[in-house]
């Protein structure tokens, strides 16, 4: 019942960060506004949350993840009533951010409790394969569901389905108790990845010189303010020891995230299709994203993250390059879909496992910071591409190969030391 719960909250989260895309033509009906407009209604939640997840996961383990995790459900529950009702594109856009920033605390506060309530590593492995069942499912389901909704009662019924979910989240966890830590939060630390974050955004979307340059300033900034912090937002050695992993899904989340936005955009606007058949045409990908993920906990299990995570990669990348190529696509976004379940659910598994004692919830913010950074530039950057899925395609099977490569020489450069 509390793994449900948790999954539950996280699917809110991740659901989030797709669900809207279906609805643009009819937020574009609404308020009026350019592509840059439309694209910030989506990136105001994926920046927030990106720049967000290290504080979320700092402040899990600073306060208590059952703590934490409660407000922040409770918080994107509320704020989704307000989304709901918004009444122009600039409310919406300051709401959807708000809500990024309490879905990071959701996020948190689930990883701490993952490794609390799971701390053997194959049970947790176990477990975490049915959580991302449960929670990937939201990143495929989006489109589908958002079609239904938008399709049925306008863009604004996608923010209802939000607090019902919620509520009972915080029902099945109501009675779960988490310790104090003493890791302090670093507040100038995330509010320059914000910043930056944010300006990043804006430089890609909008093809701002002055936002690319600031952004490179608060960059700097940021690493200069990191490196003499008492209390970093990295713990010593997790950055050096799980690159490889970050790249993987700051890649991943590039790759799946700006080509959803390129096909919704392809379904409605090239194809002409009403917002339920849009939805509708995703569902070959999402109905591995419900399933897989079981056995992909099981694998992780018995063989370890890597297998998962190199076969993942390498599907998603022939998944993109099939749509691109191929006359039709829903065998392609199938392949896509088995991609991202075998994936992302492994680099999860590898990063928590990994995570000092204490540090879960911060070492999982890490990762879900760098893959919904880089769904935040996929969506800026693949829609103004000739080729988007072709793109998204090549770097995804460069970045599967340089993952093997380096693991297998990380692997046997422990071995052999």
Known sequence: MRLWGLSLAYF?????????????????????????????AVNAYTVAFAASLLTGGAVADRFGAARVFRVGVAVFGVLSLLGAAAPGLGALVALRALLGAAGALCLGGSLGLLAELFPAPAGRARATGLWA??????????????????????????????PPIALLSLLALRRVRSPRGTRRVDWAVQALACVFLGLLAEALTDSSALAGVLAALALAALVATERRSASPALPGGLLAATWPE????????FAFSGALFVLTLLFQDGRHLAPLAAGLSFLPLTLPMAVNPVLTGRLVARYGARPPIMGGLALLA??????????????????TGFGL???????????????????????????????????????????????PLATAAALTAATCACYAATTRSRRIAVTTG
Do not use: E, K
């Open 12 to 40: 809110l989260v991740l659901l989030d960060t797709t669900v809207l895309t279906i609805a643009l033509p009819d937020l574009r009906a609404t308020f009026g506004g350019t592509l840059a407009g439309q694209q910030w």
């Open 318 to 335: 022939a998944g993109l390059a099939g749509v691109a190529v191929a006359p039709t696509a829903w065998p392609w976004l199938a392949v």
């Open 246 to 253: 970050l790249a993987a899904g700051a890649v991943a989340g």
């Open 133 to 162: 069942a449960i929670t990937g499912t939201a990143l495929a389901a989006g489109p589908l569901l958002g079609g239904l909704l938008v399709g049925l009662y306008g863009w604004r019924a996608v923010f209802l389905v939000n």
């Open 341 to 387: 379940s075998f994936c992302l659910p492994a680099l999860m598994a590898g990063m928590i496992a990994a995570a000092p004692p204490g540090t879960a919830g911060t070492a999982g913010g890490v990762l879900n910071a760098v893959r919904q950074t880089g769904a935040t530039l996929g969506v800026a950057v693949l829609a103004g591409l000739p080729h």
